[in-house]
């Protein structure tokens, strides 16, 4: 008798399994069934009724230019570890506040991909107390990618995630 679970493709009782095959096609053809389970699709997660596509990986090379470039155009204000400037969530007496850090405890995550790549070309908000100066002059878009994906190496899964998730919908 046959059983319902998923080993009953190797049940001996299918003529299949009984086929005189040489060692590696026989490993070939047993394989096969946890081969075409390890490339299924995973499902979609669907977050307030939108799917959302898997969370990209980060490229290496983009990464490695991030970090050079951030390290020139950057870390004099966001720190050398992105640990931002101290009481950056203070205002200081003028109104604006100091350079917030870019890795997972800051707020950097809490903002989609468009307006985190605009405020590096263009500069932070005033309204908002920002100072930060734009770089879309010594920039180019590839180049505020990469910075872009030097900071998201920085972050944890879950702000990478939710910040995705952000972008994504």
Not at 34 to 45: G, K, N, R, Y
Not at 109 to 131: K, S, V, Y
């Amino acid at each position: 008798m046959i059983s319902n679970d998923r080993w009953h493709l190797f049940s001996p009782q299918l003529p299949w399994y009984r086929l005189k095959l040489a060692g590696r096609s026989r490993a070939l053809l047993l394989a096969f069934p946890m081969l075409l389970a390890a490339c299924a699709v995973p499902e979609p997660i669907i977050i307030q009724g939108t799917a959302v596509p898997p969370l990209p990986t980060l490229d290496a090379d983009r990464v490695m230019e991030g970090e050079r470039l951030y390290a020139q155009y950057c870390a004099a204000c966001h720190g050398s570890e992105l640990e931002g400037q101290p009481n950056w969530q203070q205002p200081k007496e003028d109104g604006s506040y100091p350079a917030p850090p870019r890795d997972s405890s800051g707020h950097t995550w809490h903002h989609p991909d468009g307006l985190l790549l605009d405020i590096i070309a263009n500069g932070g908000d005033p309204a908002f107390g920002a100072t930060m100066a734009g770089f879309g002059e010594q920039l180019d878009d590839g180049e505020m990618w990469a910075i872009l994906e030097y900071i998201k190496s920085h972050w944890d899964i879950e702000s990478r995630e939710s910040q995705w998730w952000i972008t994504a919908r």
